[in-house]
């Protein structure tokens, strides 16, 4: 059974920087892609970022420029880099393992979840 605890979340202003990690346990997630998603309150659950077993990356247009999601699978931990953060990218964020090595955008395409890091930015 995979577990995926996230960490780094916190309170920001707007215009700062917070490093986001997930890690990895009880189960194979080198082979695997990884991605982070985030709900804001109301909102349905949505697509951040995303990296295949290969290294290759994949971001939603909001945060283009402004996250970098990273792995490092010899200590089996996924990253997400968040500058220039925005009120509007306050939310739950939750890391997630992808059912493929390729993974995708959407949330029927990973298969475990961690129990979310909440990231609030004031204005």
């Known amino acids: 059974q995979v577990q995926l605890v996230e960490s780094g979340g916190g309170l920001v202003q707007a215009g700062g920087s917070l490093r986001l990690s997930c890690a990895a346990s009880?189960?194979?997630?080198?082979?695997?892609?990884m991605g982070w998603f985030r709900q804001a309150p109301g909102k349905e659950c949505e697509f951040v970022a995303g990296?295949?077993?290969?290294?290759?990356?994949m971001y939603a247009d909001f945060v283009k420029g402004r996250f970098t999601i990273s792995r490092d699978n010899r200590k089996n931990v996924l990253y997400l880099q968040m500058n220039s953060l925005k009120p509007e990218d306050t939310a739950v964020y939750y890391c997630?393992?992808?059912?493929?090595?390729?993974?995708?955008?959407?949330?029927?395409?990973?298969?475990?979840w961690g129990q979310g890091t909440q990231v609030t930015v004031s204005s």
């Open positions: 997630a393992r992808g059912r493929s090595k390729a993974g995708g955008p959407t949330v029927g395409e990973y298969d475990y």
């Open positions: 009880g189960g194979t997630v080198t082979t695997n892609a």
């Open positions: 990296i295949t077993w290969s290294i290759s990356t």
